[in-house]
């Protein structure tokens, strides 16, 4: 699939979108493990996961380890999904067509392969303005 053609991915399709996939946060896991939905969310302690949401792209997943609450260092993971996925509803056709942020999600655990050491950062400043609205309530930019 070329960046250009987009379909709708859902669990009997995903098969056919390729990785490498990313995921952002801020825990310190090892290879083998497995980052599963039913936990907080990672921005917002009102929020328990029914997903694990991952990218297809490397700074899309940085800005999520930036944004996520806790004390260690942001990091990226490369994660291999263990079940089916889909296109991330928050994210695909909201502000335009497709998913060009190749944002997914799983019910199914992710696990961890590898883990990615240098990615392109956002602004501090854009950091900063997202940390306050999603502190004034506006979760859904990110979640």
């Known amino acids: 699939m070329h960046d250009d053609e987009w379909f709708a991915v859902s669990a009997e399709n995903c098969h056919q979108v390729e990785g490498p996939f990313f995921h952002g946060t801020r825990a310190d896991l090892s290879v083998g493990d497995l980052l599963r939905a039913g936990f907080t969310s990672n921005y917002d302690d009102r929020i328990v996961m ?11 997943a940085g800005l999520a380890a930036e944004m ?14 263990t079940g089916g996925f889909e296109d991330d509803p928050n994210v695909t056709n909201k502000k335009f ?27 501090a400043q854009f950091i900063g303005e997202l940390r306050r609205r999603v502190q004034e309530g506006m979760g859904e930019i990110i979640n």
């Open 50 to 60: 029914n997903h694990v949401y991952f990218t297809a792209v490397p700074k899309g």
């Open 97 to 123: 067509r497709g998913n060009p942020t190749r944002s997914y999600r799983s019910a199914s655990p992710l696990r961890i392969v590898g883990e990615l050491e240098c990615w392109e950062p956002y602004d």
């Open 68 to 81: 996520a609450r806790g004390a260690g260092r942001p990091r990226v993971y490369v994660v291999a999904p």
